[in-house]
């Protein structure tokens, strides 16, 4: 058979095994990815292959570059080398050096940047749950005969906690009823009754799903006058 290889073009002559073995080149825009890579976890725990050319050491690459002191990288020699389990999350005596990762006081730190959470503890029978049964129960909470217009005027009246309205994007709700309920607490909440709670709303929790919610304690549409 060997007449048949000086017709072929010279991409063609190598033979299997060298071209199993010949690295793919890098300006070879339609080269498959190596699979598995080579750098996988696959390929860690499978029988080293035969490279002419010894492939660069991972480990290797990772002794050059210094891990971050913090990110409790565990560099395995072990036989089952990456495939090992991840590092224990427990977390380990800090002897007093600080290292800023888990660390309690760096922690405490993170948390003072963090924006404070400023939820109340809702007394008992007030959960959100709670909420959604009362709301379901049939019971009225709009405290109004029928579908209202609502003025300027006539809102800023209703603005005591036992007669609470406030409009939010244009509708009137009565809020009296969803107070003792409200997670941010009746203080804040308050702070909207008797006028356009719109754009204190959106800027506290714009994700709250309000009309939903409050479609119970509808009392009408805010008009102009
Ligand atoms: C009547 C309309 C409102 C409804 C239905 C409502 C509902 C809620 C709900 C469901 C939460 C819990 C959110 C969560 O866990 O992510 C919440 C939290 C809160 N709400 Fe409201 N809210 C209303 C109006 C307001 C207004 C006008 C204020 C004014 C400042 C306010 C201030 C807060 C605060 C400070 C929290 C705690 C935020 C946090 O968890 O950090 N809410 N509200």
Redesign the pocket.
Known sequence: MSWLVPSLPTWARATPASSSTTPIEEDDVDAPPPFPLLNSHQRSSAPAPSFSVAPPSPKKSLEDVEPPSDLNIAISDSPLGNMAPPPSTVKKPSFGIQTGGSDPSAQEAKGAVK??????ALTPGHS?LDWARLTSSGEDLRGVSGFQRVTMAELKEHNTPDDAW?A?NGMV?N?TP?LPF????ED??M??AGRD?TK??M???S????DF??KECMVGVLVRG
Request: aromatic share 16%; proline share 3%; charged share 20%.
């Open positions: 924006k404070k959470r400023a939820k109340v959100a406030s939010f709700y809020i969803y409200h997670p941010g607490g804040e909440l702070r909207v709670g204190l709303f800027l506290t929790h994700w709250v799903n309000m919610m409050l």
